[in-house]
């Protein structure tokens, strides 16, 4: 799961990476929105004061040489600011649209960000629900079994299965106990009603070597065939697809315990059977991403 929590903080940091540019977006589109007001007041303004004058010259409410120089004063500086705003203004209004599109795309892609967000925190709340159902219906089935060889836990989305060595085979054989083969049907029960469960069934072993003679020479054998053995009893149950499973041996290479005692050495001496729900739909929304 942790590629798609990866995925899901990745999503959050882009979404806020974009409401901050869409942020300064806004703010300097509010800059240029103001800048070209102010162009567009300044030649209001004197384009008023302009044809006020000229109309106290027509009236004749002032002396007209005063009047023709302060209108010839007025259209130098309305000239100027139009010889020079007009540009401006221009440029300004191509950039405002320039950023408004930008703005705009931006608002579009977070929106999409922030759906993919939350589609994607759906599906693994999903996942996450599934798996503690999972459990629950695990844990329910294997009741008679719990505390007695065998415990059950969920661990980074998946439900793992621990049967312990006593409850499954005598020491250094494969052929599961009469016991152990009524755990795993029981549990087979289970899986074969929740088919987008997938199976990995791992053999462990302590570090205690073993010099077999037969097909079986060392713990590597040993953790194979166990975990085949477990295998092949699975599916006895004909509603589990054998494509649902994968069968693994570990050896003595992934000990719960570091101890050389032999309490730590017999934890160590276990089979596990992990379960994953099928994370396809997942898969498909980190592709697009």
Do not use: C
Not at 114 to 131: C, G, M, P, S
Not at 156 to 175: A, H, I, M, P
């Amino acid at each position: 799961m942790k590629e798609f929590n990866d995925t899901k903080n990745r999503l959050n940091a882009e979404n806020e990476q974009l409401k901050q540019n869409k942020m300064e977006l806004e703010a300097a589109t509010t800059e240029l929105r103001g800048r070209v007001e102010q162009l567009s007041a300044q030649n209001e303004n004197l384009r008023k004061q302009l044809d006020e004058t000229l109309y106290e010259m027509n009236v004749g409410k002032r002396n007209n040489s005063a009047l023709e120089k302060e209108v010839a004063d007025l259209q130098r500086q309305l000239e100027a600011l139009n010889s020079g705003s007009s540009a401006e203004i221009e440029k300004l209004i191509n950039e405002l649209g320039s950023r408004e599109d930008k703005l705009r795309d931006a608002e579009k892609e977070l929106r999409e960000r922030n759906a993919k967000l939350i589609e994607l925190q759906n599906v693994l709340a999903q996942k996450d629900q599934a798996v503690k159902d999972l459990k629950d219906k695990v844990m329910k089935a294997l009741t008679g079994f719990n505390n007695n060889g065998l415990t059950v836990h969920e661990k980074n989305g998946k439900v793992y299965v621990s049967l312990e060595e006593k409850l499954l085979f005598k020491t250094g054989k494969w052929d599961v106990d009469p016991n152990g083969q009524k755990a795993i049907r029981e549990l087979s029960n289970v899986l074969a009603q929740n088919p987008d469960i997938n199976i990995m069934v791992e053999g462990h072993t302590d570090d205690v070597p073993m010099r077999g003679s037969g097909d079986v020479k060392d713990n590597w054998d040993l953790s194979v065939m166990r975990s085949t053995a477990v295998t092949k009893i699975l599916t006895q149950n004909s509603q589990i697809d054998p494509n649902r499973i994968i069968s693994a041996g570990r050896g003595e290479y992934l000990p719960l315990s570091s101890d050389k005692t032999p309490e730590g050495r017999q934890m160590n001496r276990r089979t596990e059977i992990i379960l994953t729900p099928n994370l396809d739909e997942l898969l498909k929304i980190i592709e697009v991403n």
